[in-house]
């Protein structure tokens, strides 16, 4: 792909306050308006497994001032919908819909945030529900691998859902629901990205659930070499999952790794997939992606592979990584190529697009700026020589197979 790429810069935010609350207003005449909050809500292990995401179903669909199952009809009639989502140490609450309702949504979402149901034969139904789905999701091999990693990775310091028992999740201590909600949906409070063509009076009372915060986190202090075989019976394919540590979006050579990342698993004719996938014939897609939190970075590479070869395609996988590690980008031909794709997908089609990844931007601690001067440099990448030399993992520290009794990690155990 060397053709060549314009950068286009996305519009830069107008930056306030609402109270202590940063605003990021993305002025907009279009007929649909969005907004996106976020609160400091980690997954600690001092709460039950699972109690998150019980509250974000319950804030999705339970509320004090509307009968049950009405939440979503009140929204339906202003022309707009909303969603919860979450990642390790925040929570999230966007909503988009018709600009001439933008107050009355603004001020339907204050209530939803305001007045949830938190006690009573909803949280018990809403409750079975989780587990149910969880009995589910457990039937999958994929799932299982992402869950042992993830468990491998975070350890202590976060409460994982997913390896927990099950009689866990069904009698977990739901009166901690309402001391969650009050430490930190309450008072967690962080950042707010409004796309609009005005700013909205009703916008004001959010304000109120900003206050300081203090909370134990245990962060892990080193991490062990973990390689974990898990048999599944019924399973055609082994889940790979490897982890390797890697850098935090604050790094000042962020950038960089992210577009090393991308040439080594980001796009279909990366490196990895023209390897494993096209050469060996190994997986119909593998990838490599980061994940990051306070309490750790790392880089991840996930695959499905056909059982009898599961070693082959861990030893392939970790020859590749080993040849990337040392250089990221061997011609001049394929730094181009990947910085035409790291361009493209920086640059956001819509506007609503733009102010999705500006909540996710300042809730890992960027600004949209910083955001847009990294993609200019990147923009100015013309040869090998221009791109800086940087310190990429080649050897991982945790790596799961789910799908096979064999030892596929043999090599390394010896």
């Known amino acids: 792909m060397n053709f060549l790429v314009r950068y286009q810069e996305p519009q830069v935010p107008i930056v306030g306050q609402i109270g202590a609350v940063p605003l990021y207003w993305l002025r907009s005449p279009e007929p649909l308006s969005y907004i996106g909050a976020w609160w400091i809500a980690p997954a600690l292990s001092s709460y039950p497994p699972g109690l998150r995401r019980l509250l974000l179903r319950l804030l999705a669909e339970e509320n004090g001032r509307y009968p049950a199952g009405r939440l979503a009809e009140q929204f339906h009639r202003l022309g707009w919908e909303m969603e919860w989502e979450s990642s390790r140490d925040a929570i999230f609450l966007t909503a988009e819909g018709l600009t001439e309702n933008l107050s009355s949504a603004l001020s339907l979402l204050h209530e939803v945030v305001a007045y949830p149901i938190l006690s009573g034969p909803a949280v018990r139904h809403h409750l079975t529900r989780l587990v149910e789905a969880e009995i589910r999701a457990r039937a999958n091999p994929a799932y299982q691998a992402n869950a042992y990693l993830q468990a491998h990775l975070w350890g202590k310091s976060y409460s994982i859902t997913s390896i927990a028992p099950i009689e866990a999740l069904m009698n977990m201590d739901i009166t901690l629901l309402s001391s ?42 080193q991490m062990p070499k973990v390689y974990e075989t898990r048999p599944f019976s019924s399973a055609k394919q082994v889940s790979l999952r490897l982890a390797y540590p890697w850098v935090r979006p604050l790094h000042d050579f962020y950038v960089y790794y992210r577009m090393a990342l ?34 750790g970075s790392y880089m991840i590479i996930s695959s499905e592979v056909a059982r009898e070869r599961a ?8 020859a590749e990584v080993e040849k990337w590690a040392k250089h990221p980008f061997p011609t001049e031909d394929i730094l181009i190529e990947v910085r035409n794709y ?3 997908h920086s640059m956001p089609e819509t506007t609503r697009e733009w102010a999705y990844r500006i909540l996710r931007l300042i809730a890992a601690g960027l600004s949209p700026e910083s955001f847009i001067q990294q993609t200019q440099q990147v923009n100015t990448l013309s040869e090998l020589s221009d791109f800086p030399s940087i310190d990429l993992p080649n050897h991982p520290i945790v790596q799961v197979a789910v799908g096979t009794d064999a030892n596929i990690f043999a090599l390394e155990c010896v």
């Open 311 to 318: 070693s082959e395609a861990v030893a392939l996988i970790h």
């Open 180 to 221: 969650y909600y009050e430490q930190f949906i309450r008072r967690g409070l962080r950042g707010i990205v409004l796309m609009a063509p005005y700013l909205p009076e009703s916008i004001q009372k959010w304000s109120a659930w900003y206050a300081p915060l203090q909370y134990d986190m245990p962060f892990p202090l």
């Open 342 to 344: 790291f361009l493209l």
């Open 262 to 295: 991308m040439r080594l698993g980001g796009y279909f004719g990366a490196q990895l997939m023209r390897a494993i996938r096209e050469e060996a014939g190994l997986t119909y897609g593998i990838y490599a992606q980061s994940e990051s939190a306070l309490a």
